[in-house]
């Protein structure tokens, strides 16, 4: 059996996507937690390929990147999280992308911001602008309940954690009153947290 093991910071993140689309998958895996000081041991040890986390070891080898592990949990697993429809997977990955880079570009910077008020300031820009944009265009793609119809996805699996994210209000300036707007991206996240494998992985214990 393939042997996984996932590594990442005790907290939700960029990893808890991958986590579900693993668990959903149905894929063993390890998950492998660090502090902080773990974490730049490991960086400085020159074990983690790009110098960041979270990362995927499969059978030993190592590899970065959030996007690409959701599509092999899809690829490997036995749920259906990724479409065999072209289209369908084009929406799938624009999503993902969109998201990725929004986080990247916008919100990371603002995550290492200390001063609160410089912090607020960064989340405004992100409203006003990045951030808009790629729920605006998410709303425009989500077919119902599921982005792509009624199956649940990698790109879902993904916009339901971020759903979760704006409402549990742990992201200063981003809070659920953002959703308002956007009642077909709300509704997924109710269809997110509904979905049978999403509250297994809730109550795996
Ligand atoms: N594009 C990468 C981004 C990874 C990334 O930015 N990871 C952050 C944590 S969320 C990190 O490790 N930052 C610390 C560093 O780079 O030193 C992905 O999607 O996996």
Redesign the pocket.
Known sequence: MTQLRLTY?DAP??AEPVRIALFVAGLSFEDRRLKFPE?MEL?QSGALP?????VLEVDGRTF????AMLRFAAHKGSAKLYPSDPLAALAVDSVIDTF?DTI?HQL?PSLFERDMEKKLEMRRALLAGPLTLALRYTESLIEGPFLTGSELTIADILLGVTVQQYRSGTLDGIGPEVLASYPKLAALGDAFNAHPSVVAYRNRG
């Open positions: 910071f993140g960029r974490f960086k790009l110098g960041s986390l979270p970065a990147q959030t996007a990725n990247s990371t």
